[in-house]
């Protein structure tokens, strides 16, 4: 009986997707639940598991098309399954060749979409690389890891992959190559355009002295990592700070709907993190009932689960404000793009040690720029720039947060 593989519910207000790649072959045999293609949605990647065991008999989309929900992507017969030989002439030895190989895919250990084929095209085998993302998951950092410790032969095949492109470009320095944009870059281009279009944006800065801040973070990052299991970073204390800050400039929570400004009595943070295939942001929920350490770990599982291209469309949804943190990457200073409907952003940037003057002296001090865009519609320059002192204050003196709560 051959069985339909059929592009399932994409998420809330999704209905369409792009064939990213197919993880197995026609030919192949496949168990129940086994992933057998990725789809790229505009929010996030959806992999599509075998409703039966079988043999993948067609693949009816190839990559890089595009489907909707309900569209059939391949077949999978179901005549054939692991007890069945698959050479009639020698049914002992056949069954014993299909079982080794059923055994031989089960220790095959759980790898992302993005890490699978990385490896494929830089022609590592997957079981060599040890996985360190959640219940030992292989991840495309996993990969490289394993790269850079090979050996120099494997090392040279791997530079032979990676620098074909670039053999390209050197031997004429006016050739070009044509690619097509994923769906969420696309989404991603659309997106920032409309809010530049949509908004009247507009970016106010400060800086920072991170001295007290990095102080506390010295003296109780220990207990806190013994008592919390996790360590004790600047996100959740600037989350924390723009949730006070918030609560003080209401407007910078609200959003415009046609004539009306709605106020939101709750604080959902986006969180933007830098993935392989886009810019991603994840929703910290009622950040302003949270602790510390639940900030902290919400963090964490979500810059996981986007390495691993598991992040759900309910991760993505609402927000009503969004943190941004170019310093990871070593931005001094930039003016971070609105997340409509939001009407604020904070951008924070690299620490970087810079003399100031302080009590008529000068003095060195690990400094930090902000910046805050918010759309001028409903945002004054006054409640901005008094929002970013809120926010410098508390961080100066980072006692205050305790005190608030």
Not at 70 to 98: F, H, N, R, W, Y
Not at 118 to 127: G, L, S
Not at 212 to 220: F, I, P, Q
């Amino acid at each position: 009986m051959a069985v339909k593989i059929i592009v399932p519910e994409l998420g809330e207000s999704v209905l369409e997707a792009t064939v990213s790649a197919w993880l197995k072959q026609e030919g192949d045999f496949v168990n129940m639940g086994d992933v057998l293609v990725e789809l790229e949605t505009d929010k996030v990647n959806v992999e599509v598991g075998a409703k039966s065991a079988g043999v993948l008999q067609k693949i009816q989309v190839p990559k890089g098309s595009d489907v909707k929900v309900g569209d059939v992507l391949g077949m999978i017969d179901e005549k054939q399954s692991a007890s069945q030989p698959v050479e009639t002439s020698k049914p002992v030895e056949a069954k014993q060749e299909v079982k080794e190989t059923v055994v031989e895919r089960e220790s095959i250990p759980q790898v992302s979409p993005v890490a699978s084929r990385f490896a494929k095209e830089m022609n590592v085998d997957i079981n060599k690389v040890v996985g360190t993302g959640s219940d030992g998951r292989i991840t495309k950092a996993d990969v490289e890891s394993y790269l850079q410790g090979a050996s120099k032969q494997v090392e040279v095949k791997s530079e032979a992959k990676v620098s074909s492109f670039q053999k390209i470009i050197d031997t004429s320095s006016r050739s070009e190559e044509r690619v097509r944009m994923s769906r969420r870059r696309q989404t991603i281009a659309r997106r920032l355009l409309e809010a530049k279009q949509s908004t009247a944006m507009l970016t106010t800065f400060n800086e920072i002295d991170m001295s007290a801040t990095m102080d506390l973070r010295k003296r109780r990052n220990d207990e806190f990592q013994k008592k919390h299991g996790i360590k004790l970073g600047f996100m959740s204390l600037f989350t924390k700070a723009a949730v006070s800050a918030l609560k003080a400039f209401p407007a910078i929570n609200a959003e415009i709907d046609g004539d009306e400004i709605v106020f939101k009595n709750y604080y959902d943070i986006g969180m933007a993190i830098g993935s392989e295939e886009g810019l991603v942001v994840p929703v910290i929920r009622d950040a302003d009932k949270l602790s510390f350490a639940d900030i902290e770990k919400s963090i964490k599982d979500f810059s996981e689960k986007t390495q691993q291209g598991k992040l759900s469309v309910e991760d993505l949804r609402g927000g009503t404000f969004t943190i941004t943190n170019g310093g990871v990457f070593g931005s001094l200073l930039s003016t971070p793009i609105l997340n409509p409907p939001q009407v604020g952003i904070l951008g924070l940037h690299k620490i970087e040690e810079r003399p100031i003057a302080l009590n008529g002296e000068v003095v060195i001090r690990p400094m930090m720029y902000v910046a805050l865009s918010y759309d001028h519609r409903i945002v004054d320059g006054r409640e901005a720039v008094q929002f970013l002192v809120h926010i410098k204050n508390l961080l100066e003196d980072p006692a205050w947060m305790l005190v608030e709560g």
